[in-house]
């Protein structure tokens, strides 16, 4: 047995309408229509081949107190093509960002429910 891929992650959110506002209309995701009838509110968003899936369910984790800075708190990190251009569309939605402590190419925000998302910026050779 070997573990090739992940093919999504999940994250709780307060309202599947507010989040897809962030991850369809500043990020640029794809809702997927296949998601089925789960009993629950949410959204599965197309990324490639992979996906990420919004659970409107309560949230037992704390939003407040979380670290400023994403890096230092449990995230899910992305690759993107043009980190200025996600940059751009984050300050446009009043997004607070920070950038990455290492001098990397990269910058980590939050969704509208705390959830940290990193993104790295692609470079040639990346795989």
């Not at 990455?100 to 940290?116: E, K, Q, W």
């Amino acid at each position: 047995m070997t573990i090739q891929a992940i093919t999504h992650v999940s994250f709780l959110v307060r309202d599947t309408a507010c989040s897809l506002v962030f991850y369809r209309d500043v990020l640029g995701l794809e809702v997927c229509p296949q998601r089925p009838d789960l009993g629950y509110p949410g959204a599965w968003l197309t990324l490639g081949i992979q996906q990420i899936h919004l659970l409107e369910l309560p949230n037992p984790d704390p939003v407040e107190g979380r670290p400023s800075h994403g890096g230092r708190d449990r995230h899910a990190a992305f690759l993107v093509t043009d980190l200025e251009d996600l940059a751009r569309r984050l300050a446009d939605a009043a997004i607070p960002m920070s950038r990455s402590h290492s001098g990397r190419a990269a910058l980590f925000c939050r969704d509208p429910d705390g959830n940290a998302l990193e993104f790295i910026q692609r470079l040639e050779g990346d795989i």
